[in-house]
């Protein structure tokens, strides 16, 4: 296999530059454990860029992303370990204080789901994704009638995070460290268009972020 030039190039752009201005920190992060200040589930969209949306710096985020940005119900585990897998690490090894799941406009992931599950001969021949997004079907159906079809699809991108935070609490170790307030669960939808951002409050409203 041969090493793309842009792969080599912003490799090498990176390194004469951004690593040289963050050396000390890099250096002393290789000689200490990794202590993030939060745990970040988001969707593997390339538009989404977490560290620079929320200025992370080396250390700061333990990232983890699946198509749709899912937390599995705990009768859907075995649907991808490595979403809990990933969880499991940050809060029982890490003992990571804040668990983020970062959802976003115009997911891909989201709105097949919508199409296929709103027409069920629109399946593609996807093996492994048409089972992951099988994950979303108690999401879609609490999908208001009277919406239109763009606002369902927000809807859903929206109801997607207020599940999988629901999902998170049906696992005891996390459950436990929520009830002992060692654990702080935020939910947050990103818009692409205008780069703002909605967080999800106690009453499970999104409200804008300002």
């Known amino acids: ?22 050396k000390e920190i890099y250096q002393q992060a290789s000689k200490t454990p990794q202590r993030p200040i939060a745990m970040i589930i988001t969707c593997c969209d390339s538009r989404i860029l977490e560290n620079t949306i929320f200025g992370g710096s080396v250390g700061d985020y333990f990232i983890h992303r699946n198509i749709a940005n899912i937390v599995p119900s705990k009768n859907e585990k ?10 499991e690490y940050a809060l029982k090894v890490l003992k990571t204080p804040n668990l983020i799941i970062l959802g976003h406009s115009n997911c891909g992931g989201v709105e097949y789901s919508y ?13 492994y994704i048409n089972q992951w997004i099988s994950c979303l079907q108690k999401t879609y159906n609490n999908i208001p009638n ?35 307030n060692k654990l702080n669960v935020i939910g947050l939808w990103y818009q692409i268009k205008t780069g703002s951002i909605k967080f999800l409050d106690n009453n499970s409203n999104f409200i804008d972020l300002n």
Do not use: G
């Open 146 to 180: 009277n919406f239109s079809e763009t606002k369902k699809i927000t809807f859903f991108e929206q109801e997607n995070i207020r599940q999988s935070i629901k999902n998170l609490y049906e696992y005891d170790f996390i459950d436990k460290l929520i009830k002992e």
């Open 78 to 87: 075995d649907q991808n370990v490595q979403t809990l897998s990933a969880i």
């Open 115 to 127: 199409k296929k599950l709103i027409d069920k001969k629109n399946t593609k021949d996807f093996e």
């Open 1 to 22: 296999m041969e090493l793309p030039k842009f792969l080599i190039e912003r490799y090498q752009f990176w390194k004469k530059n951004t690593f040289e201005d963050y």
